[in-house]
């Protein structure tokens, strides 16, 4: 995947907050203060796997917020990513974790991702 994410003086600030929602979320139920909790973040993170980043995300939201209701003792996890690109990064996060679900819900990647051109109709 080319690299599309570009970095500033601020990104790590930016994805250091938006993984600690993604992590207070989880607290918040982890902690049963609530059965439902949201994170609205931004970056997202599902772009950034265990060795690379892209599409604006340095830090993985979703497999935080899941990795730490497993570590706080859920066992029925899932992640269901609804977005126009796949979360190819949780994805690969979570591929060491098999008792975590994963899907993704995305758009057609053969005909809407233009580095790809061999793939384009």
């Not at 601020?10 to 992590?23: E, V």
């Not at 049963?32 to 931004?42: E, F, N």
């Not at 497999?63 to 899932?78: H, M, N």
């Not at 992640?79 to 949780?90: A, K, M, R, V, Y």
Request: aromatic share 8%; hydrophobic share 40%.
């Amino acid at each position: 995947m080319p690299q599309n994410t570009s970095v500033d003086a601020g990104s790590c600030q930016r994805a250091i907050l938006s993984a600690g929602a993604s992590f207070a979320a989880a607290t918040t139920i982890a902690s049963r203060q609530s059965p439902v909790s949201y994170a609205l973040c931004r970056p997202p993170g599902h772009h950034a796997g265990r060795s690379f980043m892209g599409g604006y995300c340095l830090l993985n939201n979703p497999a935080v917020a899941a990795l730490s209701l497993r570590a706080s003792g859920f066992r029925k996890l899932a992640i269901l990513d609804l977005d126009f690109h796949p979360g190819n990064g949780t994805s690969d996060v979570l591929s060491s974790h098999p008792e975590i679900g994963f899907a993704s819900l995305h758009a057609r990647t053969d005909v809407n991702f233009p580095w790809i051109p061999h793939l384009q109709h």
